[in-house]
């Protein structure tokens, strides 16, 4: 993967697979963990626009109002979890992160 992605080469002596212990030392798990868990909200969040489809201007605007009127003008007014079933009418699914991360087959 680095060989395709990165802009500099690795160095053949390069052992960055075996040093990549910052996550599970020194406390940084937790934190990457809250970054993935937005990453979900936000996928999961966009993932209702997807559903309401993107080319349908009124169902989006739609949508628009819903996000606005429950995530946005709740924002720490209630736990984030009730928020975010308001928005949604749901938990929160780790699917549209996966999908939109090319881990799953698009839905036809």
């Given at each position: 993967i680095a060989e395709k992605t990165m802009?500099?080469?690795?160095?053949?002596?390069?052992?960055?697979l075996c040093s990549f212990s910052h996550i599970f030392a020194g406390g940084y798990a937790?934190?990457?963990y809250s970054y993935k868990w937005?990453?979900?909200?936000s996928?999961?969040?966009f993932s209702a626009f997807e559903d309401a489809g993107l080319e349908?201007?009124?169902?989006?605007?739609?949508?628009?109002?819903?996000?606005?009127?429950?995530?946005?003008?709740l924002g720490g007014g209630k736990a984030p979890e009730l928020v975010f079933k308001e928005f949604?009418?749901?938990d929160p699914s780790?699917?549209?992160?996966?999908?939109?991360?090319?881990?799953?087959?698009?839905?036809a």
């Open positions: 802009i500099l080469k690795p160095l053949p002596t390069d052992r960055f937790a934190g990457y937005a990453e979900v909200l996928a999961d969040a349908d201007d009124a169902k989006i605007a739609s949508t628009g109002v819903r996000f606005r009127d429950t995530v946005l003008a949604r009418g749901r780790t699917e549209p992160l996966l999908r939109h991360s090319g881990l799953t087959a698009a839905s």
